[in-house]
């Protein structure tokens, strides 16, 4: 495994990262979920993240089990706050009230004193931006988080994170977690350019989008047995965007690439990711052991020129590259 920094801040994180949305106390069984967690550590995976909503708060629990005996220096653990965690007004949202509430239950239910980088899961209209970035300063005062980031910011948004902290004196933001992937590229255009200026690193969230990378959804052809696609509790309906022909027929495409740098679709797809030098870590999910055994060989691959040019021919037409993509609600969902 190879090692980055976390955006400018001393943390060091490993390149790649497991996380658990869709499939810890959900899609996959608790073994499975165990299983995958214990092949990332045995192959120097460090870095786990998770959020207080994944699998309505039972995602953290799996993976607090799931880690349970490790050294807890050896690890990075990553929650966020900001989704829905009960049917209340206030069960949701960056307010104090909600941010306290939050990680009380994540530490709780991750079985640990503190967690390494705590991030707002997006940006809250309803409260004022001090109000949150003072309530996370305090927690880092306490020590129940170390460093702050945050998740799926627009520039605009980071930046103004930035200028109230360094104008409060307040802890600064560390992280952006964006999604990015080959046919995802958003935050390139604003994003990238601000973080780097300010430091600021990116941990990135599907960036084998979903599976849909690997090639193993075919055009045409149903999704195979167990896969994402076929999860009707949750990962179905996110992953449906992606499946049209065209998406299909073109990553088909990259198949050849793959083959002829000796990577497979997987490990090009997270490579990808992290020959961008912004980039601190590709988040992955699994169901499986051994994919993360096949995903983690992405670690310290670099991609020659002739081989990125090749992967945009092939991409171009679908690749989405709007700034203005990147979302949060206007009103606590
Ligand atoms: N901040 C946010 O808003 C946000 C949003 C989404 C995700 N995230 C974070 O990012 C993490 C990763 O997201 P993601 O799960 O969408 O990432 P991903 O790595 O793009 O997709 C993971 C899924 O792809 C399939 N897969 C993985 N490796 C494979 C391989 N080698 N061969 C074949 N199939 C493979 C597995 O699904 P199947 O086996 O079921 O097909 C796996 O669960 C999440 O766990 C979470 O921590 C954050």
């Not at 604003?190 to 959804?217: H, R």
Request: some cysteine; proline content about 5%; hydrophobic content about 40%.
């Amino acid at each position: 495994m190879e090692f980055r920094h976390l955006g400018r801040s001393g943390l060091k994180v490993s390149e790649i990262s497991y996380g658990n949305w869709i499939t810890h106390g959900s899609q996959v069984e608790e073994d499975a979920a165990k299983a995958c967690v214990q092949a990332a550590l045995e192959e120097g995976i460090t870095t786990f993240d998770t959020a207080d909503v994944y699998a309505g708060t039972r995602a953290e629990e799996v993976l607090g089990r799931a880690l349970k005996g490790q050294r807890r220096e050896s690890l990075e653990i990553f929650t966020k706050v900001y989704w829905p965690t009960g049917d209340g007004p206030n069960d949701r949202g960056l307010s104090r009230k909600h941010i306290f509430e939050s990680i009380h239950g994540s530490l709780r239910r991750l079985q640990t004193d503190y967690v390494d980088l705590y991030q707002a899961h997006r940006f809250d209209h309803e409260t004022p931006l001090e109000e949150t970035l003072k309530t996370f300063d305090d927690l880092v005062r306490q020590g129940k988080v170390l460093y702050i980031g945050v998740s799926e910011w627009r520039a605009e948004e980071i930046a103004r994170a930035l200028k109230i902290a360094d104008e409060m004196g307040l802890d600064r933001i560390v992280s952006n977690q964006p999604q990015y992937n080959m046919l995802w590229r958003v935050i390139e255009s604003e994003v990238v350019p601000l973080s780097e200026k300010e430091g600021v690193g990116q941990i990135v969230w599907s960036p084998i989008a979903q599976g849909v990378l690997t090639g193993k959804y075919q055009p045409g052809a149903a999704p195979p047995a167990g896969s994402r696609a076929t999860d009707e509790k949750s990962g179905a309906v996110f992953i449906q965007r992606l499946l049209n022909d065209e998406v299909l027929n073109r990553v088909q495409r990259l198949k050849p690439l793959a083959e002829e740098a000796g990577l497979s679709m997987a490990q090009l797809a997270i490579a990808w990711v992290l020959q961008n030098p912004n980039v601190s870590s590709a988040i992955v999910g699994a169901t499986r052991p051994e994919q993360v055994r096949d995903n983690v060989k992405a670690a310290g691959r670099t991609l020659d020129a002739e081989l990125l040019r090749r992967v945009d021919e092939i991409l171009e037409p679908i690749v989405e590259r709007d700034p203005a993509k990147t979302i949060s609600p206007a009103r606590r969902p």
